[in-house]
């Protein structure tokens, strides 16, 4: 098995293309989201932009969404005079068509609607003040922090990832992660990959995954990370918990073991078109063979 | 601290149960926290060789496992968080079954893997099925008392509602006795009516859970109680 290769065709599988499903209803919800701000801080002018993987450009399929970026001026009161009454001024222009999940500094968009009540529409809307007339930094408000604002730069991030040479890798930790239920952030684990490969740009794929596993199992009580937008103002310890620390140190230990059988792909799956037809009819076929034993009905509480 | 006694005697329960999942879920991880165990990862429904899709999942083993069922999310967001989809709004969690449903059809309780192979794989098919724009494949019980109702219909062999609580009721004493009326709502005494199937279900209900179902669901009507 050429291991570059399937990684790249695990890539490819990952990726969200332009014109796919997922995309256009992501380009759709977000003009419509944008539309909705914009009417509902008319007086004001904020800058509205799409941030977070998409920006970075690295969206997995297994796992995606899109952040809005929406910022208001430094001396523009309109949307609320503190952080916090943006945010909560946001979130209540946003609830007038979509169900709000707020987060800690973004707000995760729903359905509101009966028809899609609940649906996870993949959008987090990230309101925030610029800090000064050159738009460039920016605080965001922490809703479920004892420190209530972050400063940073969203374009530092997007930069730090975008130019860092290692995407592919930091895609597909990025999916290693999710298929394995890691509890890590993103932009945490983005900035430890590109920490962890900064000699090693050059490298095969499969060497560079081999390289962060390593040392996420021998090296992850001393893992730690910086945030390129605010090195020293904001500390990031908080996201690399204990318990994250050891879920890092075992899932990649178990990694090991299989990538050093050759068992690729009992980290990263079968890479096979997931066509719609041969999906439906597993799927029938599963039910049917499930039908004639005792199957379970769903039930919930009140 | 709660005890998790379950996963300690024998000593080799946890290293069985973690090389077990390394060959069948490599995609799942064991982790012990404050007592409890907590798995996390993704969860694949296959059929056939084919995956067809995965699930990404938390799941937290009580203390008292296997009497007691496991605690499912599901963490990437991906079921809506509402009842018509069998989510708990407020904790979040999976419904995979009508609670007194695990403990009188299981009443030792289920293996981890034939848990997370029965109950929980019907559960995400089901959720594949729904996404899809089907109906629930095997049906789905109403939410709350109706939903319990249901259940207690199928389990008993009866139909409505009030026979269902005669039942329980009758179900939550000690001992049955044959000059009583006949839950059924015959208008006969019992030992000329249902004396054996009750005598059968004594012996699977116990007494604690028919008594707490009897008190959930409300008191029968009088008209009921006695023909």
């Not at chain 1, 969200?16 to 009417?39: I, N, S």
């Not at chain 2, 991880?29 to 996390?40: C, N, P, S, V, Y």
């Not at chain 2, 899709?53 to 203390?63: E, T, V, Y």
């Not at chain 2, 963490?75 to 969690?93: E, Q, V």
Request: proline share 6%.
């Amino acid at each position: 098995m050429d291991i570059d290769k399937y990684l790249n065709d695990v890539l490819e599988s990952q990726t969200l293309t332009d014109d796919g499903e997922e995309m256009k209803a992501l380009r759709k919800r977000r003009d419509e989201v944008e539309k909705l701000l914009r009417e509902s801080f008319k007086d004001t002018n904020p800058v509205i932009r799409y941030a977070g993987s998409f920006s970075k450009k690295t969206m997995i399929k297994e796992s995606y969404d899109l952040d809005i970026a929406c910022y208001f001026p430094r001396n523009d009161d309109d949307a609320g005079s503190a952080l916090k009454d943006i945010y909560r001024n946001v979130r209540d222009a946003l609830k007038k068509k979509y169900t709000v999940d707020p987060k800690n500094s973004a707000l995760r968009l729903k359905g509101l609607d009966a028809d899609v009540h609940g649906t996870d529409f993949h959008i987090d809307v990230v309101p925030g003040r610029f800090t000064d007339d050159d738009q460039k930094d920016v605080y965001l408000h922490r809703e479920n922090d004892d420190k209530l604002r972050l400063k940073t730069n969203p374009q530092i991030h997007v930069d730090h990832v975008r130019d860092s040479g290692v995407r592919d890798a930091i895609r597909l930790v990025k999916y290693w992660r999710e298929r394995n239920g890691i509890e890590i952030k993103t932009f945490v684990l983005e900035i430890i990959v590109i920490e962890t490969l900064k000699d090693k740009k050059d490298r095969k794929l499969q060497t560079q995954l081999q390289h962060i596993w390593t040392e996420f199992r021998d090296n992850s009580a001393s893992l730690s990370a910086k945030d390129p937008a605010n090195p020293e103002g904001n500390d990031l310890a908080a996201f690399l918990s204990e318990d994250i620390k050891t879920q890092l140190r075992q899932v990649s230990e178990k990694t090991l073991k299989q990538v050093d059988d050759g068992q690729w792909e009992n980290t990263f799956g079968k890479v096979t078109a997931k066509e719609n037809n041969t999906r439906t009819s597993a799927l029938a076929a599963a039910i049917s063979s499930r039908a004639t034993g005792q199957p379970h009905k769903p039930y919930a509480e009140f | 601290m709660p005890r998790s006694a379950w996963y300690k005697f024998p000593p080799d329960t946890l290293p069985k149960l973690r090389a077990e999942l390394e060959q069948r879920y490599p995609t799942l991880h064991l982790f012990e926290r404050a007592g409890f165990i907590e798995l996390l990862g993704s969860f694949p429904i296959e059929h056939g060789g084919i995956e067809i899709d995965r699930f990404k999942i938390q799941i937290l083993l009580p203390p008292d496992f296997p009497k007691a069922p496991p605690f499912v999310w599901e963490t990437a967001g991906r079921i809506p968080k509402i009842l018509d989809r069998h989510i708990y709004p407020a904790s979040g969690n999976c419904c995979f079954f009508y609670p007194d449903e695990y403990r009188l059809l299981y009443p030792d309780g289920m293996s981890f893997f034939d848990f997370i192979q029965g109950p929980m794989r019907d559960y995400f098919l089901g959720q594949l099925a729904v996404e899809a724009g089907q109906p629930w494949p095997f049906g789905q019980r109403a939410h709350g008392k109706d939903g319990a109702f249901e259940f207690y219909e199928e389990f008993f062999g009866v139909k409505g509602k009030e026979i269902v609580l005669n039942y329980l009721k009758c179900l939550a004493y000690e001992t049955l006795k044959g000059h009583q009326w006949c839950p059924c709502g015959s208008g006969r005494r019992l030992r000329n009516c249902h004396m054996t199937e009750l005598s059968q279900l004594r012996k699977r209900v116990p007494i604690d859970i028919a008594g707490g179902a009897f008190k959930r669901l409300g008191e029968p009507t009088a008209s009921v109680k006695r023909p």
